[in-house]
């Protein structure tokens, strides 16, 4: 065991919490566990190499995260320039594991579809948050929730009947969406985070919508509808998380907007409203069981 092994495990730990694990320093991309995501999961990755200055790159796909790692500084431009090839090729080796993960995880995605039956319009999912099934699909107890990317099927949402979601594992999720109605130049699209909240704003609002899935998702999904339909007007119908610090839900609505250059709204709250609502949807049926539809 090296000392350069030693040194980036405390990397890795202070990162992601404490490991039972030692790297491995050839220089190749290897998988692990990340603290706290759900259980069998392998959604960090690093790569180390040992010869010469100790270097090596890591993060996980869950996040999207990547950090570097050196055990000095390089003292002249030889040892400057073999790390940096060095970050180069775990950055390639990286990327292209991204890619066969979600090449893997598209063709599951596009086979699931196929086979599912429409989705049970008494889903207790959709019985609990009021919406139609639209064009959902089931497979087993599961809703499906197709995610797009330049109208192709890259990745699956899957809703059970607890409402418990998650995706297929390996899958694409920047920059995906999961469309209402039809976008077409010169119309208005609505971004918002999750698909039942894109349902209400779809069937009683009228409105062209695309499902980003979640907050860290808005900008990308806007900035890419903003590049493929430059001419559509677009609105982030964003959530309200007022009992979460910082209301994570708005500022990422603010930064979508500004990011495609579109317009921001948020869920108005009557006064007599509880704090625990946070979205669209949750108005919608707080109206309705008041009354107030």
Same mark, same amino acid.
């Given at each position: 065991?090296?000392?350069? =092994? ?17 790297? #491995? ?13 759900? %259980? ?7 790569? #180390? +190499? ?7 790159? +890591? ?19 030889? *040892? ?40 049970? %319009? ?19 107890? *599961? ?9 192709? #099927? =890259?990745? #699956? ?9 998650? +995706? ?63 001419? =559509? ?14 209301? %994570? ?45």
């Amino acid at each position: 065991m090296t000392d350069s =092994v030693i040194l980036f495990r405390d990397v890795l730990q202070l990162a992601y919490g404490p490991l039972d694990w030692l790297p #491995l320093d050839d220089g190749d991309i290897h998988r692990f566990h990340v603290p706290g995501d759900k %259980p069998n999961t392998l959604n960090g990755w690093y790569c #180390l +190499f040992a010869d010469g200055i100790a270097s090596g790159a +890591f993060g996980s796909w869950k996040t999207g995260s990547a950090s570097t790692w050196c055990s000095r500084e390089p003292v002249d431009a030889r *040892e400057a320039e073999q790390v940096r090839q060095r970050i180069d090729q775990a950055r390639r080796q990286r990327e292209a594991e991204q890619q066969r993960r979600q090449l893997k995880a598209a063709g599951m995605a596009q086979r699931w579809w196929r086979d599912a039956r429409r989705a049970d %319009p008494e889903h207790p999912y959709l019985i609990t948050k009021q919406v139609r099934s639209h064009a959902l699909r089931q497979r087993g107890d *599961e809703l499906l929730v197709p995610l797009y990317v330049a109208g192709e #099927l =890259v990745n #699956l949402q899957r809703i059970d009947r607890d409402g418990s979601k998650r +995706f297929l594992y390996g899958g694409r999720i920047k920059g995906a969406y999961s469309t209402l109605g039809r976008i077409s130049p010169g119309s208005a699209v609505c971004i918002c985070e999750g698909w039942a909240t894109g349902a209400t704003l779809h069937q009683d609002g009228g409105y062209t919508v695309a499902c980003a899935m979640n907050a860290g998702n808005l900008k990308a999904v806007a900035t890419a509808l903003r590049a493929r339909y430059p001419e =559509v007007e677009i609105i982030i119908a964003g959530d309200d998380d007022r009992n979460t610090d910082g209301n %994570p839900g708005r500022a990422a609505a603010n930064a979508a907007a500004l990011a495609c250059r579109g317009l921001v709204t948020f869920p108005e709250w009557p006064a007599e409203a509880p704090p625990s609502l946070t979205d669209f949807n949750d108005l919608a049926n707080w109206r309705r069981a008041n009354g107030q539809a």
